[in-house]
């Protein structure tokens, strides 16, 4: 057919989109507010379970070296040294048990071998289970590691303190904090996709879809008009969550802002195609919601916002690969955390504008079928 | 004859194994008010919407203005209007706003778009509302605002799928009255309704029952049709006090081919050569009964004929 991706009307639809969202003030402050909302909320509620890991040590040394590093430990802030255990084997009990999140063995006589120039290996074991403290019970036992490295070096090459942490049950935890950042893309794709199914489902139930499908518009000039007010509103959106990010959790963004930004906008226009699929599929709005909740739900595990896509089964792998939020995570942490640029993120680039691209093309010629 | 405005050949539209609309043939000249009847369900909006290019036919070919609806939905489009079942305008768009992006969807250049506007808002006489927003409007504005929608872009085919469905009495005449002056202009209009007054004002009249077209033609062609006036037989009115235990006694005279209840009267289809004075003879003893009058066939009359034709098959 000629004129499916004709937008043959996109001037219109434009108009009375714009009418629309000015005449529902209450729907643009939610859509500007709830993200921002959600991000103090779930970051807050990741924040204060960071502080204060606790912690059991057990020293076998009872020397110098061995009050030295609890010392240190405890002065990070990071640990809560609640117990001292008596073996090796009370303390691994004490993590299975949940009890605490991070144990720090100090071995027999490191005093001693520290005085005789032999390397003292203090190993920390920390529970993997919940990655978020996990990382941050990592990052800093490496931190205070290098510090006590530095003190007892003196002079001689190779450090005489080496601090060993050791994951347990979830070996393969990246480094650094990276649920502020992947909040960003949860919250986008849900105020996306959600906007976009509702907007034209609405239409559908309304019944003012047919009376538009038949002017002339093309599935295009509809589809274009509605996703450019979204991806505006989306647009604000990200730069607000952005705001807060640095502001109320202090990440800085690594790398390039600009790119950021850019690459932000060509998420929300994935995720918009996302929200047009599922609006040529839903009847109802009613539909649609529980359809975004079908997709958003697991897009959030699949994508490896919580949980690393790697310890995933390879088949949950490669469906993560459907969601444009996978990729988009990617590029959110490469960016924020990393400070990466296009030179290393280009295959998750290419990822998400290409499914995105497909998602868009599939949903326009459903609607240009449907209506021609 | 006037050229074809809507032409139909053996249209069938099957969604899985349920047929909605079985092998249509139909042809509705130009400047015709088309009337389009039949039952809840019977295909009514989908025919519409197939002609209209909403939905595509499975089977068969539609034309109009000589334009295919499947493969020439495009151009179609530009000469056709759609006035849907219910309101289907943005009820948080103002009346002006909503015929601003109408006039915008179909193409009109700013300055045609300002002329049309005007023309559109005097004929249905909406001027005194432009500024509302079209929810707050009755049922019977909205349904104009619907009309000066569709006419924007000066359709020469209109299809109004039951488009008083809903609205007082007087909002309906007015509706009505608009058509009628269309029409005039040469504008050609299928519409579909329910009530027996409306079809009686259309040119010609279609009927169609269980997907399949029954009958077409004006209303003289389908009194005609074998089994609506039958020469073997009479039909009467008979006015009745208990119009319930008037019906159930009728029903059991053996030279009553047919009892239909209207409002106050029923409507008794009786073997030739009975008089008047039996039925009220026979009737008398049940309840007190009224005038009894020798009639011809009322629209109603005629598709209720043609439904249980279809249903005793």
Request: charged letters at 20%; hydrophobic letters at 50%.
């Amino acid at each position: 057919m000629s004129g499916a991706f004709a937008v043959r009307g996109f001037g219109a639809i434009l108009y009375k989109e714009m009418i629309h969202v000015s005449r529902d003030p209450i729907t643009l402050i939610l859509a500007l507010a709830l993200p921002v909302v959600q991000m103090l909320i779930f970051g807050y509620a990741i924040n204060t379970r960071v502080q204060h890991i606790s912690s059991a040590y057990l020293d076998e040394d009872r020397g110098a070296i061995a009050v030295r590093a609890l010392d240190a430990f405890r002065a990070s802030q990071q640990f809560d040294l609640r117990y001292a255990a008596r073996s090796r084997a009370e303390l691994e009990r004490l993590i299975v048990a949940g009890r605490v999140r991070a144990a720090f063995d100090i071995p027999p006589n490191a005093t001693a071998d520290l005085r005789a120039g032999k390397t003292v290996r203090i190993q920390v074991l920390i529970d993997g289970s919940d990655s978020t403290v996990a990382q941050q019970a990592y990052a800093a036992a490496t931190a205070v590691g290098a510090q006590l490295a530095r003190e007892a070096r003196g002079g001689s090459a190779p450090p005489l303190v080496e601090v060993r942490p050791r994951m347990l049950f979830n070996p393969s935890l990246r480094s650094a904090n990276f649920l502020v950042p992947g909040l960003i893309g949860v919250i986008m794709q849900l105020i996306t996709i959600f906007l976009m199914a509702l907007s034209i489902v609405g239409e559908r139930e309304r019944g003012t879809l047919d009376q538009v499908l038949v002017t002339p518009i093309g599935a295009g000039g509809l589809i274009l008009g509605k996703i450019v007010p979204y991806v505006a509103i989306g647009f604000v959106d990200f730069l607000l969550v952005l705001l807060a990010m640095r502001w109320v959790f202090g990440v800085t963004v690594a790398g390039n802002l600009g790119l950021l930004l850019l690459l932000g906008l060509g998420f929300m226009v994935a995720a918009l195609g996302m929200g047009l699929w599922i609006s040529s599929i839903a009847q109802t709005q009613v539909q649609a919601m529980l359809l975004t909740f079908a997709v958003t739900m697991p897009s959030i595990l699949l994508s490896g916002f919580f949980f690393e896509r790697e310890l995933m089964p390879l088949v949950m792998q490669w469906v993560g690969y459907a969601i444009p939020l996978t990729f988009f995570l990617e590029i959110l942490r490469g960016i924020i955390l990393r400070g990466a640029g296009l030179d290393v993120l280009w295959p998750s680039v290419a990822g998400m504008l290409g499914l995105g691209a497909v998602l868009i093309v599939a949903a326009t010629l459903r609607f240009a079928r449907r209506s021609s | 004859m006037s050229a074809g405005a809507i032409t139909i050949d053996g249209l069938s539209k099957r969604y899985g194994e349920k047929t909605v609309v079985r092998a249509l043939d139909l042809r509705v000249a130009r400047g015709e008010i088309f009337g389009f009847l039949g039952p809840n369900g019977s295909g009514k909006s989908t025919t519409i919407k197939m002609l209209c290019g909403l939905v595509r036919p499975t089977d068969g070919h539609a034309s109009v203005l000589g334009f295919d609806v499947a493969r020439e939905t495009e151009r179609v489009r530009r000469v056709i209007g759609y006035m849907s079942q219910s309101f289907s305008l943005y009820g948080d768009l103002t009346v002006e706003e909503n015929l601003e992006f109408y006039g915008r969807a179909y193409g009109l250049a700013p300055e045609r778009r300002r002329e049309r506007k005007r023309e559109v808002v005097d004929l249905v006489g909406i001027e005194p509302f432009v500024r509302f927003r079209s929810a707050t409007l009755s049922g019977g504005w909205k349904q104009r605002l619907a009309l000066a929608c569709a006419l924007l872009h000066e359709p020469a085919v209109v299809f109004l799928d039951e488009p008083t469905a809903g609205i007082d009495p007087v909002a309906r005449r007015d509706l009505w009255n608009l058509l009628f002056a269309l029409a005039e202009r040469g504008v050609t209009l299928f519409v579909t309704t329910h009530y027996m007054d409306e079809a009686e004002r259309c040119s010609r009249l279609g009927y169609i029952y269980d997907g399949e077209l029954v009958a077409a033609g004006t209303e003289e062609e389908l009194r005609r049709l074998p089994g609506v006036d039958p020469p073997d037989a009479a039909r009467y009115s008979v006015a009745a006090e208990e119009i319930m235990l008037a019906y159930a006694a009728a029903r059991r005279l053996p030279y009553v081919r047919d009892v239909t209840i209207f409002g106050r009267q029923l409507h008794v289809l009786t073997e030739a050569g009975v008089a008047p004075e039996r039925l009220r003879a026979d009737l008398a003893p049940v309840t007190e009964i009224g005038e009894i009058v020798r009639i011809a066939p009322s629209l109603e009359d005629i598709f209720l004929v043609l439904t249980r034709g279809r249903e005793a098959r």
